[in-house]
RNA sequence: GGAGAAAUACCCAAGUGGUGAAGGGGCUCCCCUGCUAAGGGAGUAGGGCGCGAAAGUGUCGCGAGGGUUCAAAUCCCUCUUUCUCCGCCA
């Protein structure tokens, strides 16, 4: 969430920068100030009471002591008591309220992002590699996973329902291979992350940290009956970040870089229709998350490493791809910045997302409570980004298609080859 | 899932309703002692929020949240986590 003194200090810009994605909060924020405001005025009070119960509750021992009768002030104490107690509940209620509201205003993006609409403003950054151009009619990824009876999505529509999939035989092998290459090159020496592999379940605190709820609710498969409050993640970056929610993260540990693989699990409400067919648009699928805690001052730097290091598996891979950045009307509730990967997928033709590399700035921060410390070593909070590092079975698709041959077989992306144990299927 | 115990600062730990949350270790500084060891003294509760230009000052912090009371680390309720034992289990 964004700091109640930015906003007072800086209304006009924060309301001009919001409005270019897309929706007016120009009420949101006139309603956090007059909250605030009335919270200022509510706590100058309680705590002056509160000041002259802490005075004489010293006294009345001492009043006992010398024999002194204290009825009269007691009686009196009551009614401050009584008086403390109405501003304290008035107080957490306007607390409350400016919480809510401010948890339900985005993050603004950064100066460089640029103004636009949606994602036909995305400006491109560069390009890796040149689609190759087939002497024959490729296929779409579905048609060769059904074809070699590597993806199974009827069965998984029997056994669970629409978009979920069943990998077999050498599909299972290929992903699993994915995963272990991604996680591989990102802890070694010139990658630099350490793996985490987490809990795929979070609860609803972790939620609000990285900012899942209260908003985006719809989004989110929840476990059990109504009384609980834990949910299947929908990336590996709510459990990683919120690792060091409410901590202080020491200053010799910074920048702390994970990578962790995990299932992710997300109802895409609202996307009926969307990418119908194939691994593109899946409730479940794998993934290797990059998630990064910086200092205030190291998190641009680090956007551009994270960015580069999500190229990195791609290139390893030969999968040809492009980076953009998402304008103000594309970029996501909690980020300031975003590079968006984009892999290029023949049955498209055109280049579809993998990736998403994102600097929250202390966005996310605020929201989770996770510090580290400034130079005069007083706590600050830190800077959070993560990135996918990247979608596993997006890579599956990409590789079917862009790897296949006329005669029907894949080939195997040398990098993968340890993994596999063949150079084809 | 059942029964019991626990949670106080960097660590250990005292504290069953009342004026500043003991004490010890560690750490920092000082003194003494030609070195070392030992000894003596002082300091050491973080963080949030309010007011203030600042110096300051007020308030809340004893696992979390409520309640009782003029007053809560202390009494009551709910929850979380950890430990021990039992049950179940990959």
Redesign the pocket.
Known sequence: MLD??FIRENTEKVKQRLSMRGTNYDAAIDEVISL?DK??AI??Q???L?????????Q???M??AGED?TAI??E??E??AK??EL??QQ?EVEAQLKDALLGIPNVPADKVPEGTDDSANPEIRRWGTPKEFDFEPKAHWDIGAEKGILLPDVAGKVTGSRFHFYRGMGARLERAVINYFLNTHTDEKGGYTEILPPFIANGASMTGTGQLPKFSEQMYQLGREDNDLYLIPTAEVPVTNMFRDD?IPAEQLPVRYAAYSACFRREAGAAGRDARGLIRQHQFNKVELVNFTAPEDSWTQLENLTREAERVLEGLGLPHRVVMLCTGDVGFSSACTYDIEVWMPSYGRYVEISSCSNFLDYQARRANI?CRNAE????FAHTLNGSGVAVGRTVAAILENYQNADGSVTIPEALRPYMGCDKI
């Open positions: 109640i003194r605030d919270r200022k706590i100058g309680v705590e002056g509160k000041a002259q119960q802490n005075k004489v509750s010293k009345i021992p001492q006992k002591k204290t007691m009686a104490m009551k401050i008591a403390v107690k304290d509940a957490s202080i510090r070593g007083k706590p600050v």
